[in-house]
């Protein structure tokens, strides 16, 4: 994974955290009840003799209102010098109450001031409820709160229709309503520390989560340093086991000139006078700037695959092939056998004078522990913890996603307003 994909969940955390940090500083809004207010409404029409009757169901109480039923002329604020007072929120704010009305509801805008200084000053005109809408045309209603605003009942509706009731209003049409209490609505249970709760959470599992992906890239990169180190120096020694190979000029009479013998297995060339040509352990015969560099990178004879720098007396700690998965264990318990094996090719071949490198000034490879990475570290490569951390990791985020925007849906459901 890159650093990139790494990021993504430290970006994701920081986002949860300034979500908290931005939530707004009002009471625990999940945990508090409201109840639903059913209000309907009679337009009497000048000239129509069956009146206009429509009923609003998406009305709330306020949270220190009496939840009670109420009954009366629904009326809004005079203008003041010459403006429309649709607030109530300025200290001229005035109603006209007609002499033959006993009981009457104020209908006013939500903004500029709080609840209690709206729903207070509709009750000090005698108001037995104020009917407040909202502001924001696609906001369903809120929780208001308005302590000390005494018995009179406050409700709130949509904008929509409360612009409606408004536009009759408006045209000096008589509007009734009727308030009565619908629905008792509990608490919910997923509220802002339940939401801080998830969000810790899901920053404490990626913290972890981190740890371990970090973990596995040191691993990673240990893993293959270790690899491209020891590559590296058996190279070298193969470079000093090629110097001690014997070579030769191939001279006319030589068996190498003879058309029936086998050619150069690495460039398929019949071998000529005066090409110079080196001799293996395993007797095989090739071209020196053909076998070279094969033995460079491979060390074993291009034919048989015997390992030289077993025949020579050698015992790597590695296998003499590229990219092949270290195995000590099985290196362990084969070393003394094949270098026995070696060393007992050599002794019956004479017509090799080969001196094993060990006492011909070439320094032995590292130990066991100098060379090969630990086992815990070629495990990791294997079992990909990665893959399981990133998965996880995904899940995580895609919850805490979710209960994020379950949580936002449902607190502005049952915001609490205080104004």
Request: proline letters at 6%; charged letters at 20%.
């Amino acid at each position: 994974m890159s650093g990139a994909a790494r990021a993504g969940p430290a970006r994701l955390a920081a986002l949860a955290l300034l979500t908290c940090s931005l939530w707004p500083t009002r009471a625990d809004n999940a945990s508090q009840e409201y109840y639903t207010a059913l209000i309907n409404v009679t337009v009497q029409e000048p000239g129509r003799g069956t009146p206009l009757t429509f009923r609003i169901d998406r009305g709330r109480y306020g949270l220190d209102s009496p939840k009670a039923e109420v009954r009366g002329q629904v009326l809004a604020p005079l203008p003041i010098h010459g403006v429309a007072d649709h607030l109530g929120c300025d200290p001229q704010t005035r109603f006209f109450v007609p002499p033959n009305i006993k009981q009457w509801i104020a209908l006013l805008q939500r903004g500029n001031c709080t609840f209690k200084e709206k729903i207070s000053r509709a009750a000090f005109h005698n108001a037995v409820a104020v009917v407040i809408y909202n502001n924001k045309s696609k906001e369903e209603p809120v929780t208001m709160t308005h302590p000390g605003t005494g018995d009179i009942i406050a409700v709130m509706i949509t904008e929509l229709r409360g612009k409606d009731i408004l536009s009759y209003l408006e045209k000096n049409i008589s509007v009734q309503m009727t308030i009565a209490v619908g629905t008792r609505m509990p608490p919910r249970n997923f509220s802002r520390g339940s939401l801080l709760f998830v969000t810790i959470s899901f920053i404490v599992l990626m913290i972890i989560s981190s740890a371990w992906l970090i973990f596995y890239f040191i691993q990673k990169i240990r893993y293959t340093n270790a690899r491209d180190r020891n590559q590296r120096r058996l190279g070298d020694a193969a470079k000093k086991a090629i110097s001690k190979l014997t070579t030769r000029t191939v001279k006319k009479g030589d068996k190498e000139t003879d058309p029936d013998f086998d050619h150069c297995a690495v460039c398929i060339e019949s071998y000529k006078q005066n090409d110079v040509v080196r001799v293996l352990p395993c007797k095989h015969v090739f071209h020196k700037s053909c076998v070279d560099p094969w033995l460079g990178e491979h060390c074993t004879c291009p034919m048989c695959k015997l390992n030289i720098l077993k025949a020579l007396g050698i015992v790597p700690n590695l296998p003499c092939t590229d990219n092949v998965a270290f195995d000590m264990e099985r290196l362990t318990r084969t070393q003394a056998v094949n270098r026995r094996s070696a060393l007992g090719d050599l002794a019956s071949d004479s017509s090799l004078g080969l001196e094993p490198l060990r006492t011909s000034g070439i320094s032995p490879l590292p130990q066991d522990g100098e060379l090969t990475p630990r086992t815990g570290e070629i495990n990791i490569a294997v079992t990909k913890e990665w893959f399981i951390i990133a998965s996880f990791g995904l899940l995580s985020a895609l919850t805490l996603c979710y209960m994020i925007i379950r949580a936002t849906a449902s607190l502005n459901a049952n915001e609490v307003e205080w104004f």
